[in-house]
Each structure stands twice: as structure tokens, then as C-alpha cells.
């Protein structure tokens, strides 16, 4: 049987890439499983291998990001083949940098993730697809938005944004990108703002007709309203989102279960908090989650125990997890509720004890810089 050319397959790998890019995720799983028939008959090409091994990848974290399925449990490149893709083309070179900086970002190893970030940017004005740019603009700005380093995010999503807004086909992207750009505000306390880009977000998840996608920015818009203290606007927002079976189902169900939990806890309905919490663990148990585990288990003991000795050392351990596992916004959140919850019980030490954690936690998320 004669060999493919590996020029037909790198060209099927371009539409896997651009179904990736428009974050079509039934088109990129039947290109995924098409190019994986390809390559049995293929002319050997490593340069088209290790581009499918990234794209691959990226592959999995927009399933993620779409979908809600499991991200891999390792990272996928050996020394060998790393140091093979480091010599191959400038796009290829810029690609591997790119991509794993995402992979370190999810893994929420932020100053490898700056690292890579900024040896990618070195490479970007090889890039002729200012789709492709607009990509590592919000990557990068979603990136510095989980470590609330908000004027640094703003700026690169900003950019992002301006180009999404220039190509109907990459409404999906312009979506996330507003997100991202929400987000940054919440963190600076322009709620409002915030606000109107997710009803912006909404929109056009609607005219997609996305439900899952839809719901998707609900959860979105019910931590906004967490934060700007508007309970009962998040209440609704979140039971928006689980109303839909596809969320429900997916990896993002906790999140939703974990934030109804804490914001009945918030507003005193402890009754219903309670079962949400338990509900929680129930649904962690068929879907683990060791970072929710802990953050629903901080909330629980903190306003279940009777007295504080009955909860502090429960929250100091699982703070302290969620440092571990480099979740910093999620450790810094919940030191604050922790202290806020102290000091309504006028145990003023250990409330004072966690208003001094969380802005250890801020100071170290806005000083992080690639190694």
C-alpha cells in the first residue's frame, strides 16, 4: 500500500486546528479521530507528529474548557522529545512554547507558565494568523487573571478582544474573552462592568444556542454576584446553570453545587447549605476533586462547628492544601471568608490570623514572575 504524503495530513491536522480554534468540539473530535486513522499510513514525518502531539493537547484542554471533560493526568512530552522540538520550525518552536504554557497554567504552575508565556511572545511576530495571536493574547490574560495581577491581564485581553470582534466565525472565543475581561474587573471591584460583559456573554451564547455553553457564563455571572454581595442574583444565576443536564454532567457541576453551598452559608440559610454541602460530596464521589473537596470541607466546618476551636484547624489545613496545589485565588477567597466569619463571632485572633494569610496570599499571586 502506497504512503500518504505527510503534506495531505499535516493539511487535515490545519482543520483539526481550526476546529479547535473555533472551539468546535464535535468537528475536532471527528478531525482527532480522523488523524489518528492517518497516520498508520503515512510517510514518516516527525515534524507532522509532534504537531498533532500538540495540537493533541490543546485538544484535550478545550474539551475541557467546552465540555467539562477530564484534563490528562500527566504532561505528555519526554526529554527526548523536547529537545527533538526544539529544533524543528519557528511555527512548530512557538507552538510547543504555547501550548505548554497552557498545560503549566491549568496546573496552575504559574511562574513556568510566565516562562514559557514569554519566550512564546518572543516568537509571536512569526505568527501570520492574527486569529492565532488573538488566541495567545486572552491565554496569557486568563492566565494573569487567575493570579489577580488584573493591569497586566487587562491589557493583553483587551487585544484579544479587538481582533475576536473583527471575525464573526470566532464568536466562542470573543465569549471567553469577555469573561476573562468580567473577571478582571470583579477583582477590582467594578462590579457593574463586570456585569454588563456577561449579560454580553450571555447574548451570544444564546444566539449560538449553546445551552451547556449558555449555563456555562451563568456560573460566570453568579461569581460576580458573589462578590459584589448580591446573594439572591447568584442564587439565580447558579440555579440557571444546573438547570441544564449537560452541566450537570460535566467536571463544572461541583463548582456550581460548591458556590450554592457558600452563599447559603453567606446569607444564614444554613439548613439549605448543609444540603448542598453534602450534596457535594456525594457528587465528589463519582467525580474526584480533591481541590472542592477541600474548599467545600472549609466552608462546612466553618460554619457548622459550634465554636472555633471546633473549625480553625480544619481551615488551616485545607487552606493550606489549597496553597500546596497552587490554587492561590481559591486560598485567598476563602482566607477572607474565614476571617470575615471570625470576626462576626468576635473571635478576633484567629480572625485577625486569616485577614494576615489572605494578603500574604494577594502580595504572593501580584509578585509571581517566570523562573
Known amino acids: 500500500m502506497n ?55 490543546r485538544y484535550r484542554m478545550m474539551m475541557y474548557d467546552t465540555k467539562g471533560e477530564e484534563l490528562p493526568k500527566n504532561k505528555k512530552y519526554k526529554k527526548e522529545q523536547m529537545d527533538h522540538i526544539r529544533k524543528t520550525n519557528d511555527m512548530i518552536d512557538y507552538y510547543f512554547h504555547f501550548y505548554e504554557a497552557m498545560y503549566e497554567s491549568y496546573k496552575k504552575n504559574y511562574e513556568r507558565a510566565i516562562s514559557l508565556f514569554k519566550i512564546a511572545e518572543k516568537q509571536l511576530s512569526k505568527i501570520p494568523d492574527e486569529i492565532e495571536v488573538a488566541e495567545f493574547y486572552s491565554k496569557v490574560a486568563s492566565m494573569y487573571m487567575s493570579i489577580h495581577q488584573s493591569v497586566v491581564s487587562l491589557g493583553y485581553i483587551n487585544e484579544a478582544i479587538g481582533i475576536y470582534k473583527r471575525h464573526d466565525d470566532y464568536k466562542r472565543r470573543l465569549v471567553s474573552s469577555l469573561v476573562v475581561l468580567a473577571t478582571n474587573y470583579m477583582h477590582i471591584g467594578r462590579f457593574d462592568d463586570a456585569e454588563r460583559q456577561l449579560f454580553k456573554a450571555i447574548d451570544i451564547a444564546r444566539e449560538l444556542n449553546d445551552e451547556f455553553f449558555e449555563a456555562m457564563q451563568f456560573h460566570n455571572m453568579s461569581i460576580v454576584y458573589s462578590a459584589a454581595n448580591r446573594s439572591q442574583d447568584c442564587l439565580n444565576a447558579l440555579k440557571r446553570a444546573i438547570r441544564e443536564e449537560s452541566w450537570r454532567k460535566s467536571e463544572y457541576h461541583i463548582r456550581s453545587i460548591y458556590m450554592l453551598a457558600k452563599e447559603y452559608f453567606k446569607i444564614g440559610q444554613k439548613d439549605t447549605a448543609i444540603y448542598y454541602s453534602k450534596k457535594g460530596m456525594e457528587v465528589l464521589k463519582e467525580k474526584e476533586n480533591k481541590i472542592y473537596e477541600a474548599k467545600i470541607n472549609i466552608i462546612y466546618n466553618l460554619y457548622t462547628a459550634r465554636d472555633t476551636s471546633k473549625s480553625i484547624d480544619k481551615c488551616r489545613n485545607n487552606i493550606r492544601y489549597l496553597e500546596n496545589r497552587n490554587d492561590l485565588d481559591g486560598a485567598y477567597e476563602l482566607s477572607l471568608i474565614i476571617s470575615r466569619y471570625y470576626e462576626k463571632e468576635r473571635d478576633y485572633k484567629e480572625a485577625l490570623e486569616f485577614a494576615h494569610k489572605a494578603i500574604d496570599i494577594e502580595h504572593r499571586m501580584k509578585n509571581l514572575e517566570g523562573s
Open 3 to 57: 504512503k500518504v504524503a505527510s503534506e495531505v495530513i499535516a493539511n487535515l491536522l490545519n482543520e483539526f486546528h481550526i476546529a479547535i480554534k473555533k472551539n468546535d468540539a464535535d468537528l475536532a473530535t471527528e478531525l482527532f479521530e480522523r488523524c489518528k486513522l492517518s497516520f498508520d499510513n503515512m510517510e514518516e514525518d516527525q515534524n507532522v507528529l509532534v504537531y498533532f502531539s500538540l495540537l493533541e493537547e
